[in-house]
């Protein structure tokens, strides 16, 4: 390979191997987009607050794929609205964690939510009610949405394809909101757009200022070990 020729070559298979990541990429952004139309949730883990309803399926690329409804689930879109009520007021997933504990609200596992379920939460767009808000957040954050003006009703919540890179083998990486593509969904939301992205305002400035507040919830968590 240290040939002209031989370099020549390795230059060629090269960008024939570049052209075909970005074919790749392009394919599955398009499939995004056909799944985007549908409005429907595509399975995976359910989140909080819904049941998963299987309704029709949707062909993309060829392939069918099994399409669901959220259902609504009162009791847990209550412990939903209550998660985002006590990090607003506590600005703290700790403290959040900790009184979720002291108030015995468990996830559907029956266990008791962590700092990671909660972000999880607080972070997932499918709770946030298509509103104004809502809309406008997701056009300064440049997330390419599916959706008309019109489609964001106040009412039903948010889909967003393209959320994470799930490369196989490799824990799960976030991308950034303006690789999104959001589209309104068919279910109910939960948290109305003001609310929710004053939560994403409040995790990006913690997250980017290392935000740490003093661990306050000994006394909490002491209550729980000797109850």
């Given at each position: 390979?240290?040939?002209?020729?031989?370099?020549?070559?390795?230059?060629?298979i090269?960008v024939?191997?570049?052209?075909?990541?970005?074919?790749?990429?392009?394919r599955?952004?398009d499939n995004?987009?056909?799944?985007?139309?549908?409005?429907?949730w595509?399975?995976g883990?359910?989140?909080t607050?819904?049941?998963?309803e299987?309704?029709k399926?949707?062909?993309?690329?060829?392939?069918?794929?099994?399409?669901?409804?959220?259902?609504?689930?009162?009791?847990?879109?209550?412990?939903?609205?209550?998660?985002?009520?006590?990090f607003?007021?506590?600005?703290?997933?700790?403290?959040?964690?900790a009184?979720?504990?002291?108030?015995?609200?468990?996830?559907?596992?029956?266990?008791?939510?962590?700092?990671?379920s909660?972000?999880?939460?607080?972070?997932?767009?499918?709770y946030?009610?298509?509103d104004?808000?809502?809309?406008?957040?997701?056009i300064?954050?440049?997330?390419?949405?599916?959706?008309?003006?019109d489609?964001?009703?106040?009412?039903?919540?948010?889909?967003?394809?393209?959320?994470?890179?799930?490369?196989?083998?490799?824990?799960?990486?976030?991308n950034?909101?303006n690789?999104?593509?959001?589209?309104?969904?068919k279910?109910?939301?939960?948290?109305?757009?003001?609310?929710?992205?004053?939560?994403?305002?409040n995790?990006?400035?913690?997250?980017?200022?290392?935000y740490?507040?003093?661990?306050?919830?000994?006394a909490?968590l002491?209550?729980?070990?000797?109850?």
């Amino acid at each position: 390979t240290s040939t002209p020729m031989g370099r020549a070559m390795m230059y060629i298979i090269s960008v024939f191997s570049q052209l075909e990541r970005e074919t790749i990429a392009e394919r599955i952004r398009d499939n995004m987009h056909e799944l985007a139309k549908t409005g429907r949730w595509l399975g995976g883990i359910t989140p909080t607050g819904y049941a998963s309803e299987s309704i029709k399926s949707v062909t993309v690329d060829g392939k069918t794929r099994k399409a669901c409804k959220l259902k609504l689930i009162p009791e847990e879109a209550e412990i939903v609205k209550t998660i985002y009520s006590l990090f607003l007021e506590t600005d703290s997933l700790t403290l959040t964690e900790a009184e979720l504990m002291k108030r015995r609200i468990i996830t559907k596992n029956g266990k008791y939510f962590t700092r990671f379920s909660i972000r999880a939460i607080l972070q997932n767009p499918v709770y946030v009610m298509a509103d104004s808000d809502a809309y406008q957040y997701f056009i300064d954050k440049e997330a390419e949405l599916f959706s008309e003006p019109d489609a964001f009703d106040g009412q039903h919540g948010l889909l967003a394809y393209n959320r994470t890179d799930q490369e196989k083998g490799k824990a799960t990486v976030f991308n950034p909101v303006n690789e999104w593509i959001v589209s309104v969904g068919k279910h109910p939301g939960i948290i109305p757009g003001k609310v929710w992205v004053a939560v994403q305002d409040n995790l990006e400035r913690n997250k980017s200022k290392s935000y740490r507040r003093p661990r306050k919830n000994e006394a909490l968590l002491t209550g729980l070990l000797y109850c």
